[in-house]
């Protein structure tokens, strides 16, 4: 079955920098794209950031756009999400989503299959 694991979470000062990762298995990486999300107490899921396997585009949302960066291992079937300059307002669990590489990258309705998510939160 397919399965997404995240992992690289945690506790860090704002400023500071996290490697998030998720690992798939289960599923043929080079048709789907891997999205990451958040969600934050009492707000609503998110996207952050995604990256079409095959080809290789990204996509970012506006407030993080040039201190995340989302990458792909094609060996380790793992994507990266790199967060620097890393700002209270980013504490969240983030979750990592795969969906048909031919979907919005941008909504979660364009993913089937979720992680079950890991904490970041970052101190003032």
């Known amino acids: 079955q397919v399965q997404l694991v995240e992992s690289g979470g945690g506790l860090v000062q704002a400023g500071g920098s996290l490697r998030l990762s998720c690992a798939a298995s289960g599923l043929t990486v080079s048709s789907y794209k891997i999205g990451w999300f958040r969600q934050a107490p009492g707000k609503e899921r998110e996207f952050v950031a995604a990256?079409?396997?095959?080809?290789?585009?990204?996509y970012y949302a506006d407030s993080v756009r040039g201190r995340f960066t989302i990458s792909r291992d094609n060996a380790k079937n793992t994507v990266y999400l790199q967060m620097n300059s890393l700002k209270p307002e980013d504490t969240a669990v983030y979750y990592c989503?795969?969906?048909?590489?031919?979907?919005?990258?941008?909504?979660?309705?364009?993913?089937?299959?979720w992680g079950q998510g890991t904490q970041v939160t970052v101190s003032s």
């Open positions: 990256i079409r396997w095959s080809g290789g585009s990204t």
């Open positions: 989503a795969a969906g048909p590489h031919s979907s919005s990258a941008y909504g979660s309705s364009g993913y089937d299959y």
